[in-house]
């Protein structure tokens, strides 16, 4: 069955750095298109970043855009978000998903379980 695991997340200073991870099994990675979600207590899930199945095409959130950036290796069925700048702001549960729609209308839609950031001083 699918599976996506992250992690890289911790307790960062303000203007710090962290890398993301999340590895997927049990799927066909490299025909997914891979996105980073973030979720703050109360609030509503909100997109971060994805990248195309192949890595050629990226898109950010504005709010992160000039900070944040994301890869994958298919080779090693992982993608990444390097953060850097980073700001309170930043502060919330990170969330891998990879989502696939076939030719035929079929979509499959997977999420990982979350790995939380915090910035603070």
């Known amino acids: 069955q699918a599976q996506l695991v992250e992690s890289g997340g911790g307790l960062v200073q303000p203007g710090g750095s962290l890398r993301l991870s999340c590895a997927a099994s049990?799927?066909?990675?490299?025909?997914?298109?891979m996105m980073w979600h973030r979720q703050v207590p109360g609030k509503e899930r909100e997109f971060v970043a994805s990248?195309?199945?192949?890595?050629?095409?990226?898109n950010y959130a504005d709010s992160v855009k000039g900070r944040f950036t994301v890869s994958r290796d298919n080779a090693k069925n992982t993608v990444y978000l390097q953060m850097n700048s980073l700001k309170p702001e930043d502060t919330a549960v990170y969330y891998c998903?990879?989502?696939?729609?076939?030719?035929?209308?079929?979509?499959?839609?997977?999420w990982g379980q979350g790995t939380q950031v915090a910035v603070s001083s």
């Open positions: 049990g799927i066909n990675f490299s025909s997914y298109v």
């Open positions: 998903n990879a989502y696939w729609r076939r030719l035929s209308g079929r979509e499959s839609d997977y």
């Open positions: 990248i195309s199945s192949t890595g050629s095409n990226t």
